[in-house]
């Protein structure tokens, strides 16, 4: 009876030990979670940024491979130019038969601002010739009105009677004629001022061509340049499927640049777990990649709304039968400085981690 007897006591002093270490366990972790909050649905995140051509062509040269650290403005791949290189040519004729036609334009008006003020001088030489013919009328008509009363009382002779009204009537065509020259003078002007409004517009015109052909010069340039696509981050690049003599399309997402300099976590908390969080507390984070890692991290910003809401299709709880689900809250904690950055710098995007926020 005795063997009984010891296998008695030694199950019983198992049962008592893992009650205890139960019991001590479940205070430990029931005073934990008044003053820390804790979950393992976190990821790493980092800002990946796409690679992106402003332009289609075929690829001529690919400068990069998978993974491969770059930095910005390093050049990713290179698409073939030639026919980016026409339309430049194409352009730039066109932008010179611009300017020569803004050249033309220019000395038209020149020359008829020449002319309009050439005519518009006659028109002045005119008005005063024809102001000296109408004094010499009105004399031609005094004399002659004189000469036909002495004609009338036979003062004079008849040959001095005919040649006041010669006079007279020489006077008078003299004037009509200088009317009619200062009338054609007068149109001559207008038509000089018409044709040199005319030929400001044709000028505003030929600026305007001018400055439509510098526009297409300068997007002919910029396809040129956009041929040669480079990093717009530094970073490292995801798998670079891409080959010489592929066809590519403008705004065709190839692959991607991550920024692993910067990185942030964010964690999705029930719901039921944010009374007490608010930014600025402090967060511990460890890494399953890196298990004998600790980081330290700062609670930045909550989402404006629950992960589901963000999805494709959101739940819609006004229909059919409704079960309540505790929802999640995206938060972003951003990593402090205090990290070890070596270590910091081996966490990729997408990365599982725990996170433990402390509320006190």
Do not use: C
Not at 38 to 51: G, I, K, L, R, Y
Not at 144 to 158: D, G
């Amino acid at each position: 009876m005795e063997p009984k007897k010891k296998t008695n006591k030694r199950f019983v002093v198992i049962t008592t030990a893992l009650i205890l270490m139960g019991g001590t366990y479940g205070v430990y972790k029931f005073v934990h979670s008044l003053a820390h909050e804790d979950t393992d649905d976190a990821q790493v995140e980092a800002h990946m940024s796409p690679v992106i051509p402003h332009v289609g062509g075929y690829v001529s040269k690919v400068n990069v491979k998978d993974n491969q650290i770059v930095k910005k403005g390093d050049t990713l791949f290179i698409i073939d130019n030639r026919d980016y290189l026409v339309e430049l040519e194409q352009a730039k004729a066109q932008l010179a038969a611009a300017e020569s036609g803004l050249v033309v334009s220019q000395a038209s008006i020149g020359s008829y601002q020449a002319n309009a003020a050439a005519v518009s001088a006659q028109v002045g030489s005119a008005t005063q010739t024809l102001e000296s013919a109408k004094t010499r009328l009105w004399r031609a008509e005094n004399d002659f009105k004189r000469y036909e009363n002495l004609y009338a009382n036979h003062s004079i002779t008849t040959q001095q009677y005919e040649q006041a009204l010669a006079a007279k009537q020489e006077a008078e065509n003299n004037l009509r004629a200088l009317e009619n020259q200062k009338q054609a003078t007068t149109s001559q002007r207008n038509a000089a001022t018409s044709q040199t409004e005319i030929s400001k517009k044709q000028v505003s015109v030929a600026e305007a061509n001018v400055q439509s052909a510098q526009a297409k010069l300068d997007a002919a340039q910029l396809n040129v340049d956009y041929t040669i696509v480079t990093a717009a981050i530094d970073g490292q690049l995801s798998n670079v499927d891409l080959q010489e003599g592929q066809f590519v399309q403008p705004g065709q997402s190839l692959f991607y640049i991550v920024n692993t300099d910067e990185t942030w976590v964010v964690a999705n908390f029930k719901e039921t777990q944010l009374s007490k969080m608010q930014p600025g507390q402090k967060v511990t984070i460890k890494a399953d990649a890196y298990p004998s890692e600790s980081f330290e991290g700062i609670v930045t910003t909550f989402s404006p709304a629950t992960g589901a809401r963000f999805s494709l299709l959101p739940p819609d709880n006004a229909t059919g039968n409704f079960v309540k689900t505790i929802q999640r809250l995206p938060v972003k904690i951003d990593f402090t400085n205090n990290n070890d950055a070596q270590a910091l710098h081996k966490l990729r995007a997408g990365m599982n981690v725990e996170v433990d926020v402390h509320l006190k």
